[in-house]
C-alpha cells in the first residue's frame, strides 16, 4: 500500500481545512487508517483512526469533537476534516494504514505516507 497525503496549507486560527490521503492498492478497504501528526521539536502523535469499515472511529483527546476522520473505499482515500483550527495544531500530518486493527500506536501501523504540512497561524 503506497500513501500520498495532500491538503495542508496554512490558515488562520478558527478556520477550517480537510486532509485528504489517497491509497493505492487493491486490499485498501480492509486497512485500517490512522492520522499522526508531528510538530517542531515535539515527537510523533495519534491524532485520528478509523476501522477498515468506518464502523469505528477514535480520536485524541486535544481533537475531540473539532476533528472528524471518514473514508471512502470506493475513491480509496480517508480524510481528516479539521474544524476551529488552532496555533496548537501546527504540525506535519501523517496518514497510515493499518492491515490487523485499528489503533492510536505508531507500531500499529504497517505503511505511512509522507507528511502533509499544516500551519495555524493566530
Known amino acids: 500500500v503506497q500513501l500520498q497525503a495532500c491538503g495542508g496549507g496554512l490558515v488562520q486560527a478558527g478556520a477550517s481545512l480537510r486532509l485528504s490521503c489517497v491509497a493505492s492498492g487493491r486490499t485498501f478497504r480492509t486497512y485500517a487508517m490512522g492520522w499522526f501528526r508531528q510538530a517542531p521539536g515535539k515527537e510523533r502523535e495519534f491524532v485520528a483512526a478509523?476501522?477498515?469499515?468506518?464502523?469505528?472511529?477514535d480520536y485524541a483527546d486535544s481533537v475531540q469533537g473539532r476533528f472528524t476522520i471518514s473514508r471512502d473505499s470506493a475513491k480509496n482515500q480517508v480524510y481528516l476534516q479539521m474544524n476551529s483550527v488552532k496555533p496548537e495544531d501546527t504540525a506535519v500530518y501523517y496518514c497510515a494504514a493499518a492491515s490487523r486493527y485499528l489503533s492510536s500506536a505508531e507500531w500499529g501501523y504497517d505503511y505511512w505516507g509522507q507528511g502533509t504540512l499544516v500551519t495555524v497561524s493566530s
Open positions: 478509523i476501522s477498515w469499515s468506518g464502523g469505528t472511529k
